[in-house]
């Protein structure tokens, strides 16, 4: 079975300064990773997606993720958080359907 | 906005009742599903179509719960004799799947309350 992990409960980091959210994964075959946001009373929002090719993977709202097939993880990065980046996050390995991680909840302070 | 949309946003109901949602995908798009959210957890999956056709179900998806996808457009998800169990928020997405393995987009959620 397909499954991904996410470490962290919660990330808070000071507005103006990286964010990274983790996300580490278990696949037979190559794995197909997302990454959603999700604010409240709202549904989720895709920001990218993995699929083959350049590890590094640029989505929205200035967020890209490195895919690294050694440690089996997928981060979702940010160089400049903002205060309205703060949301829950949520990573997902697909086959058919979309498997996620429990989420991790970003706030960025002012 | 030609998002995916659900109805209704908030359902609440009473232990035993029956609840029908519905949800409406992105025009065009061939695949819809159905995932359920709870209170501190990521999606889970329960089903999903293939046009009309319904191709996978979870086996979160007790015989109380059926869905339907009649004419490939719109689809339904019943909830019969629901259970406090059964409070959560519904997921709906729809995806356009040809060669390639595509994003799913999602609705804003029903979120339903047993009581």
């Known amino acids: 079975a397909q499954s991904v992990a996410q470490p962290e409960d919660q990330v808070n980091v000071a507005e103006g300064n990286p964010l990274t959210v983790k996300c580490t994964y278990s696949v037979s075959g190559n794995p197909y990773l997302f990454w959603y946001v999700q604010y409240p009373n709202r549904g989720l929002q895709f920001l990218l997606k993995y699929i083959t090719g350049d590890n590094l993977v640029k989505g929205s709202y200035g967020f890209e993720a490195e895919f690294n097939k050694s440690q089996t993880s997928f981060h979702l990065k940010k160089p400049s958080a903002l205060v309205s980046d703060s949301a829950l996050y949520f990573c997902a390995v697909r086959d058919y359907k979309l498997s996620f991680g429990a989420g991790t909840t970003v706030t960025v302070r002012a | 906005d030609t998002g995916v949309s659900q109805d209704p946003r908030h359902k609440i109901t009473k232990r035993g009742q029956n609840v029908t949602f519905r949800c409406d995908p992105i025009s065009e798009h061939n695949r819809l599903y159905w995932y359920r959210q709870t209170l501190g957890q990521g999606p889970e999956f329960l089903t999903y179509?293939?046009?009309?056709?319904?191709?996978?179900k979870s086996r979160l998806l007790s015989d109380r719960f059926s869905a339907e996808r009649p004419k490939g457009s719109f689809s339904t998800l019943e909830i019969q004799r629901t259970e406090q169990g059964d409070s959560a928020m519904y997921l709906c997405?729809?995806?356009?799947?040809?060669?390639?393995?595509?994003?799913?987009?999602f609705g804003p959620g029903t979120r339903l309350t047993v009581t």
């Open positions: 997405a729809s995806s356009l799947e040809r060669t390639g393995v595509h994003e799913q987009y």
């Open positions: 179509f293939q046009n009309e056709a319904q191709l996978e």
